[in-house]
């Protein structure tokens, strides 16, 4: 049959506000989480991660809320730029061990940026 | 430091050919990653290969095969295309010792016809 186009929630911010980027995890044994940017034709570009003894990471005008009891993740993106418009990935790891790289993705969110 | 390589960048198909697609990862990592992105599926695991072994392997039938080799490059192949088959091809590397970022590369880009 014909497959259906992912539906991304999209975001839009004007330039210069705070982004908040949600995203609902679902194995409650992962321990690792990643955040992805994709802009149009190009692979996925490393933001931010965290591991799940932290509740909070921050790094360069990007930061990550870990919170466990409800499985759920944000990115927050501060002073949003036109060069954060993409698409956003939030990504679990749900095998722990040492070396286990096998990412579950979430399905994205499309940030776009108002000048 | 040269980043994640893929090779072809396009490529085109036709049902019933195979296709191999090749990466090189970043000089010194180990594991090699494999995932399929899809507008209907979105970024979907296929299988990671570390110091030539398959370490992991997604849900996908067997037309989808991989392997590694000693200078930590990779190949992946899928036979029997079909046209559900078409999509971007993701290649990322690691370090492989521990849980950590990957590293992408640009992607090959399959349509099959």
């Known amino acids: 049959g014909e497959s259906v186009g992912l539906h991304l929630p999209t975001l839009s911010v004007q330039e210069g506000d705070n982004s908040i980027i949600n995203c609902a995890y679902s194995?409650?044994?992962?321990?690792?989480f990643i955040w992805y940017k994709q802009e149009s034709g190009k692979g996925p570009q490393f933001i931010i991660d965290?591991?799940?003894?932290?509740d909070k990471r921050q790094g360069q005008r990007v930061t990550v809320l870990l919170n466990k009891t409800v499985k759920h993740l944000s990115l927050q993106i501060a002073a949003t730029q036109p060069g954060d418009s993409a698409v956003y990935f939030c990504?679990?790891?749900?095998?722990?061990?040492?070396?286990?790289?096998?990412?579950?993705f979430g399905k994205g969110t499309k940030l776009s940026v108002i000048p | 430091k040269a980043g994640v390589t893929q090779t072809p960048r396009y490529l085109i198909k036709t049902r019933g050919q195979q296709v191999t697609l090749s990466c090189s990862p970043i000089?010194?990592?180990?594991?090699v990653s494999w995932y399929q992105q899809t507008p209907g599926q979105g970024l979907q695991f296929l299988f990671e290969?570390?110091?030539?072994?398959?370490?992991n392997k997604g849900n996908f039938p067997g037309r989808f095969s991989g392997r590694q080799f000693s200078n930590s490059r990779s190949e992946m192949n899928v036979s029997t295309l079909e046209l559900g088959d078409s999509a971007l091809y993701l290649c990322?590397?690691?370090?492989?010792?521990?849980?950590?970022?990957?590293?992408f590369g640009e992607g090959s880009r399959l349509t099959v016809l």
């Open positions: 990504a679990e790891n749900p095998y722990s061990g040492a070396g286990s790289y096998q990412l579950t």
């Open positions: 965290i591991r799940s003894n932290m």
């Open positions: 290969y570390f110091s030539e072994t398959q370490r």
């Open positions: 000089s010194g990592h180990r594991s």
């Open positions: 194995n409650s044994a992962s321990d690792y």
């Open positions: 990322a590397s690691s370090p492989g010792l521990a849980a950590g970022e990957l590293f």
